[in-house]
């Protein structure tokens, strides 16, 4: 790392720019009713009973073979947690909770449009569905024990039934998020060597009827070109019985999935007991390269974590009513709407769609109407709702005693809206750091028992021991008043296992910037480094400043440069491309591309909206760009590399700082006029922005 991005994560001078909020106390209705509500959890979890507390996580769960060895460091940093114990996780979110909860409700699944009947699944409805697809897949598809199976599943009950059943074959299950590109899902399919698709027909999404089906052709053709054939698409249908795509069925590999149960109705299948080491799915993320990461989960480390978490940080209770208006296609969904919520036997709302359809008074009239008393969410969304219907919450008649935001910093601003607002300051608010390397949280506030700090995501949770380390790796102290890289000292049961395919690229991405000794088996000597700049205040709470890899956080979803240029220059006229972020008041952040042309080719809108359709084929809808400017060059630097500070910092009409190491120092002046110009006219002139918006700017990309 040279000058820089060093600057970004190095400098003390950040701190000028650091406005400390004062403390909300939880509220008493809240305190009174907590899982977590006597200090002396604290004390359980604090360094010295490291890693034995997490003993108090695994005991949430049920094991068939109870674990000997708490944490083996045996292999660093490849951990294993829990080791000799064995479980399944469909018994543990399902089967168990029969004997005293049969038929409440798992699930209660909001269909978009508001004329369609809310669903409740019973356990003991789950129960049934999951057997039946689990049979169907071990029997029709003869998947077995650590075979891949790739879903690209909406927000509907079946793909929690989905996961379920792979869970209860030991099968590893890879959900690609719906709303990304047929070609996106190819290519984990390929990455994961998945025989098997999973996808639904359509859905709907902002009062459309979604064709989803087409994108699985593309992704099997994406995935034949990678060299991975698919033998069989199951195919579920929205409206059983009907069909919602215009792609044609292919005879011979493509099923539906509500004709091919009819031969499994009632058939139960045994659950399979895996070892706590064994992967229980794959979430793919960005990384700074082309390729996404596969992040490999476990299933008795993770399930013990996300159970833990989700009872002391969500505060939830069985008889609670939780809603996670996140997608279950992200970490966030996986870990908080289906494992740890029904590992605990709660209820957990599922919504199909958009928040603000068809208005932006909708999710409080769903939180009314089904009595929901938890309520998770990301600041892009509470960014969204505030800005279209800041008066809606007031109109409704719902008791939130917990929320939760997720994904990116939330402005103190937007905070307060939260809880003032949506919260009707009788709840109590915790902000979750985490990735979806983590399995579960890192950094937060145990509800009932720390303060919240508005902008701030709180210490370390339970047996998490932060630590924010300089270039150099000395510690920088809580209250030094600098930014640093956040790091984790030690493991926990939570955290990916590897990086699928890649263990190299998993130690050198992770640990080994700060690794203290490379032969080492101490767990001391290989904090885990998040990629995230933070600062950590006197109290310990944690401030994430946000990525300093050229990774751009849209609505708080990691995309990375390299994707987004690559997906450009597949236009047959784009020579070159960069990507840039540049600061957007509802989605944090939005995706701008710089793109040059090849010889003999003129700039049009055509070129530009070919762009934007290529990212959207590419990687899907979430990453179409803000703008595609086209320029007669990029600013370079003499060995021929992008200078994508200058871009980000034109985009972002922030200072372009020093243009002397460039090649073609004269081009800056032509394009900042030429986008700043077009930016004026189309309204796009942003607000002013903070020191540390600046920096992240006059930092991105820079080597
Ligand atoms: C990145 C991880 C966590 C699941 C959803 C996103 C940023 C996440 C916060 C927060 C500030 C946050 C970080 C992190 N981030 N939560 N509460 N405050 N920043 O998972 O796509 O893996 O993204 O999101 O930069 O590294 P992800």
Redesign the pocket.
């Known amino acids: 790392m040279k000058d820089a991005k060093k600057a970004q994560v190095d400098d003390a001078h950040i701190a000028v720019h650091w406005k400390e909020e004062g403390y909300y106390q939880p509220p008493a209705r809240f305190i009174g009713q907590a899982n977590a509500a006597d200090p002396d959890i604290l004390e359980r979890f604090s360094e010295e009973h490291f890693p034995d507390c997490f003993k108090e996580y695994a005991d949430l769960l049920t094991w068939d073979t109870y674990w000997q060895t708490t944490l083996d460091t045996s292999n660093p940093p490849f951990w294993k947690w829990f080791v000799g114990g064995r479980l399944n996780v469909s018994y543990n979110c399902v089967d168990r909770h029969l004997a005293t909860s049969r038929n409440k409700a798992a699930i209660i699944w909001v269909p978009e449009p508001e004329e369609e009947r809310t669903e409740a699944v019973t356990y003991q409805d789950l129960y049934g569905r999951v057997n039946e697809f689990a049979a169907l897949l071990r029997d029709f598809c003869g998947v077995k024990v650590g075979d891949r199976v790739t879903f690209h599943l909406p927000m509907v009950p079946e793909l929690p039934v989905s996961m379920l059943a792979c869970a209860r074959l030991g099968v590893i299950h890879s959900e690609v998020f719906g709303g990304f590109s047929g070609m996106a899902c190819g290519g984990r399919i390929a990455d994961s060597q998945s025989r098997i698709l999973v996808t639904m027909d359509g859905y709907y999404r902002n009062g459309e009827l979604v064709d989803h089906k087409a994108k699985a052709d593309e992704a099997l053709a994406v995935a034949r070109e990678q060299g991975i054939e698919v033998d069989k698409v199951l195919v579920w249908r929205r409206h059983a019985g009907q069909y919602a795509s215009e792609s044609p069925m292919v005879d011979g590999r493509d099923f539906f999935v509500d004709e091919l149960l009819n031969d499994y109705r009632g058939t139960l299948v045994e659950p399979v007991s895996m070892p706590a080491e064994a992967p229980l799915f794959l979430m793919y993320?960005s990384g700074t390269t082309a390729l996404p990461k596969g992040c490999q989960h476990s299933t008795g480390g993770y399930l013990a974590y996300v159970a833990g978490t989700s009872k002391y940080y969500q505060d939830i209770h069985p008889e609670d009513t939780y809603w996670c208006l996140a997608d279950i296609g992200?970490?966030?969904g996986h870990s908080y709407i289906v494992y740890g919520p029904l590992a605990l036997g709660t209820t957990s709302v599922i919504y199909e769609g958009v928040p603000t359809y068809p208005d932006p008074g909708r999710p409080w009239r769903i939180a009314e109407r089904l009595g929901v008393n938890i309520f998770h969410t990301a600041p892009t969304t509470i960014r969204m709702l505030r800005k279209l219907g800041p008066d809606e919450p007031a109109k409704y008649n719902y008791r939130f005693k917990h929320m939760t935001?997720?994904?990116?910093?939330i402005e103190p601003e937007v905070w307060r809206w939260y809880y003032d607002s949506v919260g009707k300051g009788e709840a109590a608010i915790v902000?979750?750091?985490?990735?979806?390397?983590n399995g579960g949280f890192l950094g937060s506030t145990l509800p009932a028992l720390q303060a919240m700090k508005p902008g701030s995501?709180g210490p370390g949770v339970l047996g998490i021991y932060p630590a924010i380390y300089d270039e150099d790796g000395n510690v920088l102290e809580p209250g030094s008043g600098r930014a640093g890289n956040v790091c984790i000292r030690n493991p926990w049961p939570g955290s990916f296992q590897t990086i699928w395919g890649s263990p190299e690229r998993f130690i050198q991405t992770y640990y080994e910037k700060y690794c203290a000794n490379k032969e080492s088996k101490d767990w001391r000597d290989w904090p885990y480094m998040?990629?995230?700049g933070a600062m950590q205040a006197a109290d310990g709470y944690l401030r994430?400043l946000?990525?300093i890899d050229d990774v751009i956080?849209v609505a708080?979803?990691?995309l990375g440069t390299k994707e987004l240029e690559s997906a450009s220059i597949t236009v047959e006229e784009i020579a070159e491309a960069a990507a840039v972020p540049v600061i957007d008041d509802i989605r944090g952040r939005a995706v701008e591309m710089y793109v040059s042309l090849k010889p003999g080719f003129s700039a049009s809108s055509e070129i530009e909206k070919k762009v934007s359709k290529a990212i959207e084929s590419h990687i899907g809808k979430i990453a179409r760009p803000k703008n595609v400017w086209i320029v007669p060059d990029m600013p370079k630097t003499r060995s021929g590399k992008i200078m994508r500070r200058v871009i980000a910092s034109i985009s972002n009409f922030a200072d372009i700082g020093d243009t002397t190491t460039l090649a073609n120092p004269e081009i800056v002046e032509d394009i900042r006029q030429h986008v700043q110009g077009e930016k004026v006219d189309r309204g796009e002139t942003p607000r002013e922005l903070t020191a540390e918006e600046l920096k992240e700017m006059a930092a991105f990309g820079a080597e």
């Open positions: 993320t992200w970490i966030t935001t997720v994904g990116e910093p902000d979750t750091w985490w990735q979806t390397e995501c998040a990629g995230d994430i946000g990525r956080n708080g979803h990691r």
